[in-house]
């Protein structure tokens, strides 16, 4: 039984600013960071990055910035929020400091646990259910990924989305294992069936357990025409780790330079997918979508990442305030580090 009482008021939105030299870097709330952000990026694009985070969403900040500082406001039903942490490739460690403490609205709740909180609720202007409620709380055990991955309400972009959550039944298996976002995935090679959209990029979350996956093979319909379904395929070699990894694909571009289209191609609709070849059920997808844009902040495999996990230089596992990592975590000042310490 929840009991609870309502006393809204206007509520004070917080600020905070942050100082960060011209460099790489990522901005992180509730441990949660941005997409890698280089140089001396807009107020609109760090406001951007700052509202995919599933930390935030689907509530959204405002930012504005000045010749050396961001100022990013939160709304006020977030009341007095953690400050933000930044991660820089400078020698100069990002300032942030809090310019307006916050003080909550009264106007919506969020249950939190072990840091991770549900989105916030209105109990006010909303008739809130008891299975309302259970929904809530059941996703505080999901893995939460960003908006423009796996949520086509707020993400224009996405045309078709499959992310195995329908029917899910959770165990006690690790959830690491289970799933990429939400709480369960597919054991299976089928990416998409039965799509009827046009969209240029096929995105998806993969785990294989072996080397036998060669291709992505696929309908496809083109210039509008749905009569007729061409058939090829694109070769593909998976990260076959048994992790997670999340990749996207420009199938019209590939088809175009394998000259299995021409040209003239200026939309293709990608009816059916799937990987090639599935053997021994050592396939697990989940967070497919395909889509006219690529996910905001969305980085290939041969973007230098601040994480350094695969440079030779760092040695896994290492030990940091007695405990063991298998890859790069951050320190007690929100800095990366990847050997004993």
């Not at 807009?42 to 961001?70: C, F, G, K, M």
């Not at 045309?159 to 690790?174: G, K």
Request: charged share 15%; aromatic share 10%.
């Amino acid at each position: 039984q929840l009991t609870y009482t309502t006393s809204s008021s206007n509520g004070t939105s917080e600020v905070q600013s942050l100082q960060v030299d011209s460099s790489t870097f990522q901005i992180g709330f509730r441990g949660v960071y941005t997409s890698i952000q280089t140089g001396r990026p807009t107020a609109s694009a760090i406001q951007t990055a700052l509202n995919d985070l599933p930390t935030i969403s689907p509530l959204v900040v405002s930012v504005t910035s000045t010749s050396t500082l961001y100022l990013i406001t939160f709304p006020a039903e977030m009341g007095d929020v953690p400050l933000l942490t930044c991660i820089s490739t400078s020698s100069n460690t990002p300032i942030i400091i809090e310019v307006v403490q916050g003080v909550d609205s009264g106007s919506k709740i969020a249950f939190e646990l072990d840091g991770q909180l549900t989105n916030y609720i209105d109990f006010v202007n909303s008739n809130v259910t008891q299975d309302d409620i259970y929904s809530e709380i059941k996703n505080l055990f999901n893995i939460q990924c960003p908006p423009s991955i796996n949520n086509a309400k707020l993400t224009t972009s996405i045309v078709y989305l499959e992310d195995f959550e329908t029917n899910c039944i959770y165990d006690e298996t690790s959830i690491t294992t289970n799933a990429f976002c939400g709480q369960c995935s597919l054991n299976g090679n089928t990416l998409v069936n039965g799509n009827n959209q046009t969209g240029n990029y096929l995105c998806f979350a993969y785990r294989i357990l072996n080397s036998y996956v060669i291709s992505i093979d696929m309908g496809i319909q083109i210039n509008g025409d749905t009569t007729t379904t061409l058939w090829p395929s694109i070769s593909f070699t998976p990260k076959a780790d048994k992790i997670w990894h999340y990749t996207c694909i420009d199938i019209r571009a590939r088809l175009l330079s394998q000259s299995s289209i021409d040209s003239t191609v200026s939309s293709i609709v990608i009816t059916y997918a799937w990987l090639n070849n599935n053997i021994k059920k050592a396939i697990y997808i989940d967070t497919v979508s395909i889509r006219t844009a690529l996910p905001q902040g969305y980085e290939d495999i041969s973007t230098n990442p601040i994480d350094q996990s695969i440079n030779s230089s760092c040695v896994f596992p290492f030990y940091y305030n007695n405990n063991s990592y298998t890859a790069c975590t951050l320190d007690n000042n929100s800095r990366t580090i990847c050997c004993d310490g």
